[in-house]
């Protein structure tokens, strides 16, 4: 039976959506096409046994005048052992019969047969005399009752048969939206699993599992260029930091030192991303404001209006200098880049959702970003302004290794803005504040 069970069950997996839907619809429509037609019968078959009823019922009747008017001492006339009541229509009115009364007066034979109590009650009005038989029979019969109760069942397993199809029809949605989730958070490596799926719908996350291993082959392919990149430039840039030194314009020498400072710093952000996946640990116990001031210099002239502010209750924190250091020098970059030369603060707090977190951020009062590109700030090659030149607008991948970097110390990057107000950016480090001594040697 079990055997059987399964093998339609697998059956069933392997219809599709339409099939499911059609026999569900089908046998919805036969069971309750069965069920109204048993109904039908019992109605069609009500009218003749009523009639049937009402004419025994009449002749009974008579034959228990005939009978009690032969009898010695007038006694009543019982059937089932039950008495016929007599009474007169003035006393009918007003008996308990009242009803039974009217419907026997209102009959164009003058019968009338009703539920009474918990039983059944007749009457006959021959326009004299009204005759009532008090009681007879049960309250309901057992093909009744058994008619009853096949409604019932019927109704129940109609309703769990779609409840239980409804429910494998839907369950590769569910699946389905788990995986896209999944894939959202940035999971490339997850596929759906197949087993939760038939149909169409199997069809779909086949495809669907194609396409994430696509973009993961694609993801790894630029990590790699990317990681690559640091390599191939590092001995160029090395012959080129001898040259320059050959130049003998004092200007154009410190503008392509400037401009080799830049290659360097993306070099060593992707380095440090790098580390940061491959879980290398390089952290220390770090004064945060001097720390931060000795990171700012390398990025603003003497003069600028920049305020770095601790609140976190601790002058110090741990964290790895050198990619936090990347990620400061990133904001602050952007920061006096569009701030039009306004103020920028710096700011260590804190993180709400994690105590031990520290919420590093950088703000400023510049041109802002439109809401609809800050979700494309952190991918590869994006700026926001595509006619900016790379002396102006960067070149695309600074905020990306940021994310990078942030996502590998397990925190995430956070960036608010409004166009002509200002943008803050910040990013979560966690484990980064120690409250006690024993943490701090941890």
């Avoid at 499911?20 to 037609?37: E, P, R, Y």
């Avoid at 039950?82 to 009474?87: G, I, N, Y």
């Avoid at 009062?365 to 809401?371: D, K, L, P, S």
């Avoid at 960067?394 to 943008?423: D, F, N, P």
Wanted: with cysteine; glycine share 10%.
């Amino acid at each position: 039976m079990r055997a059987t069970l399964n093998r339609l069950l697998r059956w069933i997996g392997s219809q599709s959506v339409f099939t499911l839907l059609l026999m569900t619809t089908v046998g919805a429509t036969l069971l309750l096409s069965f069920v109204l037609i048993l109904s039908l019968q019992r109605i069609a078959d009500e009218h003749p046994r009523r009639y049937l009823a009402r004419a025994l019922f009449h002749d009974l009747v008579e034959r228990a005048e005939i009978e009690g008017r032969g009898r010695e001492g007038g006694q009543p006339v019982t059937v089932g052992g039950v008495a016929l009541r007599h009474m007169t229509p003035e006393a009918a009115a007003t008996s308990d019969f009242a009803g039974l009364f009217e419907a026997a007066r209102a009959d164009r034979d003058g019968i009338a047969i009703e539920r009474f109590g918990n039983r059944y009650a007749a009457g006959s009005f021959d326009g004299t005399t009204f005759t009532v038989l008090p009681q007879f029979g049960e309250p309901i019969s057992g093909f009744a009752l058994f008619l009853v109760g096949v409604v019932i069942v019927s109704s129940f397993v109609v309703v769990g048969l779609i409840y239980y199809l409804m429910r494998r029809l839907t369950r590769p949605f569910i699946t389905l939206s788990a995986g896209i989730a999944r894939i959202e958070e940035g999971d490339l490596n997850y596929q759906i699993p197949l087993t939760d799926t038939f149909g169409e719908f199997r069809s779909f996350a086949v495809s669907f599992n194609t396409m994430v291993a696509e973009l993961q082959r694609i993801h790894e392919a630029r990590r790699h260029m990317l990681l690559a990149l640091p390599h191939e430039l590092l001995t160029p840039l090395s012959r080129l930091k001898v040259r320059k030194e050959l130049v003998q314009d004092e200007e154009l020498r410190a503008r392509i030192g400037k401009d080799i400072s830049v290659v360097e710093e993306i070099l060593s952000s992707i380095l440090a991303a790098e580390r940061r996946h491959s879980n290398e640990d390089a952290t220390e116990l770090v004064e945060i404001v001097p720390y931060a001031r000795e990171q700012i210099a390398q990025q603003v002239d003497d003069g600028y209006p920049l305020q770095v502010i601790n609140e976190v209750g601790f002058d110090v924190a741990f964290f790895d200098p050198f990619v936090v250091g990347i990620l400061l020098k990133n904001f602050v970059s952007n920061a006096v880049r569009y701030g039009n030369g306004r103020q920028i603060i710096v700011r260590f707090e804190r993180d709400g959702a994690q105590p031990r977190a520290l919420r590093m951020s950088v703000e400023d009062q510049g041109i802002g970003i439109a809401a609809n590109q800050i979700p494309y700030l952190t991918e590869p090659f994006w700026r926001v302004d595509e006619s900016r030149g790379r002396a102006s607008g960067g070149y695309g991948l600074g905020l990306y290794l940021c994310r990078t970097i942030a996502e590998g110390l397990g925190g995430h990057i956070e960036i608010e803005s409004e166009l002509g107000v200002g943008t803050r950016i910040s990013v979560t480090i966690p484990n980064a504040i120690c409250e006690t001594i024993e943490g701090m040697a941890k």
